[in-house]
Each structure stands twice: as structure tokens, then as C-alpha cells.
């Protein structure tokens, strides 16, 4: 067997699924930082917590806008101390570590372990983490919860943290999606909003990362927790796939996966009908 038939092979047994997890909101609970912050705000935890949400994910967005870019470490604790401002609350530095520091060990859905062990042992799909966050906070956010990390770690040689600062633009700019798809071997180009890459899949509960990773082609599924359904209205197509808590995501990526399987196994018939031909 000549080294174009090795080559030829090891592309068929490489071929998999890329499960790009989004990480904050998604397997992480950013609502769970509520907790600690009750220990200083008392019963205004829970409005702080989403006025801080809301103006983190506002920075970043106002950020790519502005061709500019702060690590979302920074990013996150500008947001903390805007939300605290308006709430009229006054603070000091000790307090504000403390409160950051707990953003590491943010607790992740009750769904999130379940799904996971069941999906690293169907082969074939390869789970990442897609983040905004930095790499460092990826990181130590698994390193929290070991087990959630050796899910990552049981099937990812390398690239199992593909995080904001490694292009410094935030979702949903079509090129942080560019080079998730880029670092994964795959390709795509700024407007192609159909088709082309659904070896790349997106799980993510945020409604602006579906739409942006939609936008360039890549297959979304939006994890809809809350039962509220899909409201964003800024583009006609909703997501791909909705599922109401990660337990159905593994159904949704074993059809995906399935149809995939049609899809290389005809290409397969083809290229060993032109190697037949050209031999």
C-alpha cells in the first residue's frame, strides 16, 4: 500500500465531529456567583448578578464595535464594578478580589456531567471548549470540578481551550468562529451562512452565539433551560437544533453524526473509485 492509500486512510479514521462547548452560561452557571455575592450584598445578590451579566456580554460587544479588545478577565471586573455603581452600592478592593476570584469556581448545570459522560464514549465526537473567557480562567473554571475536565481531556490530545485572547475578538465576530473553524481543520468565509462545516457544531445557551456561528455556516444547537423558546428576532433562522437541557443534546449529535456518516461514506465510494481508476 503506497503512502497516498495510508494518507487516505487516516483521513476517514480522523474524521469526527468538532462539539464546540460555549463555557460561561452554558456549562457553567453564571447565575451560581450569587452565592458569594450575598455574603457582602445581601438580598441584592441576584440583581447585581444579572446587571453584571449583562454589562460583561455589553463590554465585549461594545469592544468588537470599537476594533478594540481588553482580556475578559478585565472585562469582567469593569462589568462587576458598573453594576455595583448603579445599584448605588459602595465597595472596596479586598471585596471586589474576592468576588472575581469566585468567577473561577462557578458552579456548572446539574445537566452538564450526565451528558458529558455519555458523549466522550460515542465515537467520533471530539468536545472542546469555546469561550470568551481567557485561557486561564477556562482552565481553572475545569480544574474546579476535575471530572468535568478529564471529559475534555479523555479524547483532546491538544486544543480542548480555544478562548477569546488567542484572536482577541469576542462572539459573535465572525472571526473568532473563523478560527475555531480554522483550528479544527476546517474552513469557512465571512457571510457564508449556509452549510459547508457541519463538522462543527456549536452547543451554546446564548442566543447571540448561536446567531453569530449560524451567520458563517456552523452548525448550532441552543440549550434552552428555561423553556422560554427561541425570541431573538435579528435574523429569520433560528437555531439548528433546540434542546431543553444538555440530557437531549447526545440524541441531537448521534443524528448529526449518523447523517455525517451517509454523507463521508459516499465521498469514501468516490475517492476509491478514482484511485481505482487512476491505478
Do not use: C
Not at 177 to 201: C, F, R
Amino acid at each position: 500500500m503506497d503512502a497516498e492509500a495510508f494518507k487516505f486512510i487516516d483521513s476517514i479514521l480522523d474524521r469526527r465531529i468538532i462539539v464546540a462547548f460555549d463555557l460561561f452560561g452554558t456549562l457553567l452557571s453564571t447565575d451560581s456567583i450569587s452565592t458569594k455575592l450575598a455574603e457582602y450584598y445581601g438580598d441584592k445578590a441576584n440583581s447585581i448578578s444579572t446587571a453584571w451579566r449583562k454589562y460583561q456580554l455589553e463590554y465585549t460587544w461594545r469592544l468588537n464595535s470599537m476594533g478594540s479588545f481588553e482580556p475578559f478577565d478585565t472585562v469582567t471586573k469593569k462589568s462587576l464594578l458598573h453594576a455595583l455603581s448603579e445599584s448605588k452600592i459602595t465597595h472596596n478592593p479586598e471585596e471586589i478580589a474576592q468576588i472575581i476570584a469566585s468567577y473561577g469556581h462557578l458552579s456548572p448545570f446539574s445537566d452538564v456531567k450526565p451528558a458529558l459522560e455519555t458523549l466522550t464514549s460515542i465515537k467520533r465526537l471530539h468536545p472542546i471548549i469555546f469561550t470568551n473567557g481567557t485561557t486561564e480562567m477556562a482552565r481553572s473554571a475545569l480544574e474546579t470540578y476535575v471530572d468535568l475536565k478529564t471529559y475534555f481531556t479523555a479524547v483532546a490530545k491538544k486544543d480542548i481551550y480555544l478562548a477569546a485572547d488567542e484572536i482577541e475578538k469576542y462572539k459573535p465576530h465572525p472571526m473568532i468562529y473563523q478560527y475555531l473553524a480554522a483550528k479544527v481543520g476546517k474552513s469557512i468565509a465571512v457571510g457564508q451562512a449556509h452549510g459547508g462545516i457541519d463538522e462543527v457544531v456549536l452547543v451554546s445557551a446564548n442566543p447571540f452565539d448561536i446567531v453569530g456561528a449560524q451567520a458563517v455556516g456552523i452548525t448550532g444547537v441552543w440549550v434552552d433551560r428555561s423553556g422560554g423558546g427561541w425570541q431573538d428576532s435579528l435574523v429569520e433562522e433560528g437555531p439548528k437544533f433546540t434542546v431543553a437541557g444538555l440530557e437531549e443534546l447526545v440524541g441531537v449529535l448521534e443524528g448529526i453524526l449518523e447523517g455525517k456518516g451517509k454523507v463521508w461514506a459516499e465521498a469514501d465510494k468516490g475517492n476509491k473509485s478514482s484511485s481505482h481508476d487512476e491505478f
